[in-house]
């Protein structure tokens, strides 16, 4: 069962992929651009809150152990590293997965139980080109963007509670941060937030087209995408942070 | 031109075609009646292979659709308009976007010789002025029209109506029926057409099959069909009020 699944779900994959030049010509981008704009715009109200207080959470904890030591100016570093390389990415990952993941599911999972995919399908129309590679490539692009803003807004919080609390001015903070902060730990972070995109929209349209009959049919969809990408996301996250750090 | 030879479906536990046997010629008006759940929506997606048989075969002139795969599937699909009973929009795009997707999709006309033949569509179910509107807008019989024009978009040679005129006023339904047999006569197109509406069916049908249990239990020509002595066919028509062939003749005429 999961082996059948997790087979039509790549060869949907590969389909989506095949099919990215005939989707971004200029007669089709604007598909693109909408599923852009939704991946984008719908989500960004949540990642400042979350990304804030991740930060914020991160600076508080590590900084009170530091301080023992009388170090409380790595914080900066400390704050810097981690959102870039893990939390950035992940709460992104998790934030546009229970989000636009979600949405998506429903979206295709409607359309599977009102007749819309076999009517794209009688047109000859590949559901996978027309509705999942315009969402792969709305998150391929997006989610490297969405998780940098997200860094951006976590580093924030961090010096504010290091400003607040700590009594770490804001150029200590960025002064450590960017002495320790390697150019890697931004591309690594990035690179999973590429990953866990293309994570949510295979498993959000592949829930999407598996839904059965029924309002219900389309909630269980959306429930199962938004589990089955936290699960990947968690899985690949971890096997991406081995891969470069060991 | 499309021929159903010995089909039988299962679906859900329940035995819904059972050896299904007949021929629908080259430029008729081929309509399929029965109650519903009687398996006539399951017969039109037979014909594009949105099912497939258990056993048996469906042929489009000498193709057989039921085993085609990939590109000779797309081909064969292309031959045909199908009009969804639900009519199944795309409901983020508008009227208009909707009418359009397979020109925009599979050719390689210009945006605006594409709109300028979806304006020329909704014209012919009188649509005119909705091509700016969003399917969430629009009444059932509305949908049902754009759904129409969708089917008509690429002038395709065979079109399935999938319940066309239910939903809909009278006044309405027979635009409709008129559009149907225009596309025949002018056209040369074969169209299959699902409908509870036997005033309909009586109307624009070339024959009329009646779908029962499985089976089809009656092909004939209008005139046979009213005088028909099969005892499902007579209930049918009782519980449309029509009793003898006069009273249909009347009806006809009014
Ligand atoms: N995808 C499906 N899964 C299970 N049962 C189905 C499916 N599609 C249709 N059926 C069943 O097949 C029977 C015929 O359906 P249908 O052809 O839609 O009837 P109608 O003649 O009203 O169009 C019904 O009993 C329906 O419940
Ligand atoms: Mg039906």
């Known amino acids: ?246 | 031109m499309i021929r159903f030879e010995k089909v039988s479906k299962k679906l859900g536990g329940r035995v819904v075609l059972d050896e299904i046997d007949y021929e629908i010629r080259k430029n008729e008006t081929f309509v399929i009646v029965g109650a519903s759940g009687a398996g006539k929506s399951v017969s039109l997606k037979h014909m594009v292979r949105l099912l497939t048989p258990d056993s048996g075969r469906v042929m489009i002139g000498d193709d057989c659709v039921s085993e085609a795969r990939g590109q000779e599937l797309d081909r064969m699909r292309n031959r045909f308009g199908f009009l969804f009973q639900s009519a199944a929009l795309l409901q983020w795009l508008s009227v208009g976007d909707n009418v359009g997707l397979p020109l925009r999709m599979k050719t390689n006309k210009r945006i605006e010789e594409i709109d300028e033949l979806v304006r020329e569509k909704l014209e012919m179910v009188n649509l005119g002025d909705a091509f700016d509107k969003q399917p969430a807008e629009l009444s059932g019989g509305m949908r049902k029209r754009v759904g129409l024009a969708r089917a008509i978009i690429t002038d395709p040679e065979i079109i399935l109506y999938d319940e066309p005129t239910s939903g809909l006023d009278p006044v309405t339904s027979r635009t409709i029926d008129r559009l149907i047999d225009r596309l025949r006569e002018d056209l040369g197109v074969t169209s299959v057409v699902v409908t509870h509406d036997l005033h309909s069916a009586l109307a624009i049908g070339t024959r009329i099959a009646m779908l029962h249990d499985g089976k089809i239990v009656e092909v004939s020509t209008p005139e046979q069909f009213v005088k028909s002595e099969n005892e499902i066919v007579r209930g049918f028509l009782e519980a449309q009020y029509i009793t003898t062939r006069g009273e249909w003749e009347d009806s006809e005429t009014s």
Do not use: W
Request: charged fraction near 10%; glycine fraction near 10%; include cysteine.
């Open chain 1, 1 to 246: 069962m999961v082996c059948r699944n997790t087979g039509t779900a790549m060869l949907m994959l590969l389909e989506a992929f095949r099919d990215i030049p005939f989707m971004v010509s200029p007669k089709h981008r604007h598909d693109v651009l909408h599923q852009q704009f939704l991946t984008a715009i719908k989500s960004l109200g949540v990642i400042t809150v979350v990304g804030l207080f991740t930060g914020m959470i991160l600076a508080l904890q590590t900084g009170l152990e530091l301080r023992r030591y009388g170090q409380e100016v790595y914080i900066g570093s400390a704050v810097t590293v981690v959102m870039l390389r893990e939390m950035g990415p992940f709460m992104t990952g998790l934030i546009i997965a229970a989000s636009v993941g979600s949405a998506i599911a429903a979206q295709i999972g409607t359309m599977t139980v009102s007749e819309e995919i076999s009517a794209l399908e009688v047109m000859s129309i590949p559901p996978a080109r027309y509705l999942v590679t315009p969402r792969l490539v709305a998150m391929i692009t997006m989610m490297p963007l969405v998780t940098v803003y997200t860094n951006i807004i976590g580093v924030v919080g961090g010096a504010i509670v290091g400003q607040t609390q700590l009594g770490v001015s804001m150029t200590a903070y960025m002064d450590n941060a960017t002495q320790f902060a390697a150019n890697k730990d931004l591309y690594v972070g990035l690179l999973k937030s590429v990953l866990f995109g293309i994570i949510i929209a295979t498993v959000a349209c592949h829930q999407g087209f598996s839904a059965k009959q029924g309002a219900v049919g389309v909630g269980l969809a959306t429930r199962r995408t938004v589990v089955v990408s936290f699960l990947i996301i968690l899985t690949v996250g971890y096997m991406v942070t081995r891969l470069f750090y060991q």
